[in-house]
Each structure stands twice: as structure tokens, then as C-alpha cells.
């Protein structure tokens, strides 16, 4: 394995910034358009909405 591979974030650490489409006409919303405004908790479900 490579010892460049980033490490996995810890609790309470800071998340690293992201650009995801949120709208239908394509306008992206980004993790640092809240830093600093809003609290933000970030889910990841293992298999959410996929077949089987």
C-alpha cells in the first residue's frame, strides 16, 4: 500500500471541501458555503438507494 493515501477524518475534525449539484438546473452547492454560517452533519449510508 501506498503511504500516500490520505487519513481518514477523526471526530470533530474538520471536513474537507466538497462541490455537489443540488439543484435540477445543475448550480452546485459547496461544503464552504456554509463554514462559518451553519452547522452542517454529513451522512453516508452504505448500500442507501442501491439495488440488492
Do not use: Q
Not at 1 to 23: I, Y
Not at 24 to 45: E, T, W
Request: glycine content about 12%.
Amino acid at each position: 500500500m501506498s503511504s500516500d493515501l490520505a487519513s481518514m477524518p477523526g471526530v470533530g475534525d474538520e471536513a474537507p471541501d466538497f462541490s455537489l449539484p443540488g439543484t435540477p438546473d445543475g448550480d452546485a452547492f459547496s461544503l464552504a458555503s456554509f463554514r462559518g454560517n451553519k452547522h452542517v452533519l454529513i451522512c453516508f449510508y452504505v448500500f442507501d438507494f442501491s439495488p440488492g
